[in-house]
């Protein structure tokens, strides 16, 4: 029992040493740049990888500003598609599978916004779909796969791929779920370390930030 | 309506460089930065009144676009067929001129609400290279490439100009602690002269020849500047634009004046490692990088010289860096 489990966390820890250090860095100098210009952040995906995106969006929406929740008006917007149950079925139901992400993608997407797409196998049509969507529309696009990257990483602005052998889905997303929480604790510091600098000036009355 | 906001950017080495009688010959390179001073344009369609309005410094509503005065938004409109029901404004968080590279700005969030009007997004390489056309190719300006790229893409860069004309971008990554140490270790003053960079460019290219050696240099220097920055080296990078500076005032007789020396050495007499004039130079904004301690002393001393030469205009410009390149903020059309 013990090797099975010793041999699980060596692969989760290869991915993990071979990250793709800038294209995390990439992403996240993309979404400070939505924040810039207060534009809104959609995430979605399949499966695990929806799992993955509603855990990211409550944890980042929430977490960002924690510190010094009342100093913040503007925050970020991030919002998981589609936002409900009934709409996912909705969509499903009555245009097809393939246009779950990318129907709702539609209804809320502008020029200033910023899209994460997440999928294991890179391949999944639905999340493509909306991917083509944002494109077109020239929105940067993060795209967060594994395996092989598949179309997914062929389109995206930045590139993070979990290089795995085909079907690791435990690997790729518990690696994926790794950067998702990289990403919302570096705003997170970044911002509580922003309004420590900005304190010490409103302290010596400069103009602050 | 369509509104476009583009960022202007401060460069710290390599300026100069990415004029055409340079890098046709030798790679240029700059590393720049854009800040959050932004250029907005909005473009609006007015198909029930047939003229061509355009609001800047002065209001212009004339029938046809070959009969505006301003140079860019004429040969845009002309470039792009836009004949008539149009109307165009600007608006700029700091005066023009400044050498924060700010007609640059102008043009690409022109060209992108313009071509956002019509249905067409333009962004990356295509409103970097679009915007140069315009300004070099169609309205004659004799200046280089580095701010339209600066102002399309957003964030701390290198552009490397190759001889074929191509731009290749390396960004330069740096987390937020280096970012922002960055900023507190610089100081930026708006001189409160403002000049055209054109006049000075001229002379620049004229004496581009005798200065080959001199430019070479500074096409170089841009991977150390970026080491140093990467390691957060703002002691040795002070130095090195304090070199930048000695190179550039050699390079046009414009480019200094004796106000301008007088600040300059103001700031490092009051201890900054180094500072340089932003722009084509003879005006417009010029920083320092300086050790944090050392801030107040130098605000004092270079407010004092600006003093003496009675300008009312000069001021210290409050900037943070920023990612975003030029965007489009909101668009009615979609």
Partial sequence: MSNYIVEFSKKVQTALNNLPVNEITKSLNLLEAVYERDGRIYVFGNGGSLALATHWVSDFNKTVFSHHLDDHSRRFQAIRLPTTEEELTAWANDIGFDQVFAGPLQNYLHDSDIVIAISSSGASTNVIEAVKLAKKNKIPVIGISGFDGGKLHELADAKILVRTLKGEYGVVESVHGAILHLMTNYFKDYFNHLWTINQKKKKKGRRSF | MIVVRAPLRISFVGGGTDLPDFYRRYTGRVLSTTVDKYIYVVVNKTPLIPKISARYKISETVDRPDQLQHTRIKAALLDLKLKKGIEIASFGDLPAKTGLGSSSSFSVALLMALNALQGKKIKSFEAAESSCRLEIDLVGEPIGKQDQYAATFGGINIFEFKRDDSVNI??????????LEFENHLLVFFTGITRDASSVLKEQKVNINKKMFTLKQMADSVFEFKTLLESGNFKEMGKMLHQGWLRKKSLAS????????????????????????????????????????????IRQAVKKVAKSHKLSGFKEVPIRFVQSGAEIIFNSER
Avoid: E, M
């Fill in chain 2, 170 to 179: 390396i960004p330069v990554y740096l987390d937020y602690k280096i970012r």
């Fill in chain 2, 254 to 297: 414009k480019i200094s004046s004796g106000f301008i020396d007088q600040l300059y050495k103001a700031g490092i007499n009051n201890g900054a490692w180094g500072g340089k004039i932003h722009g084509a130079g003879g005006g417009g904004c010029i920083s320092f990088l300086t050790p944090v301690d050392k801030k107040n002393a």
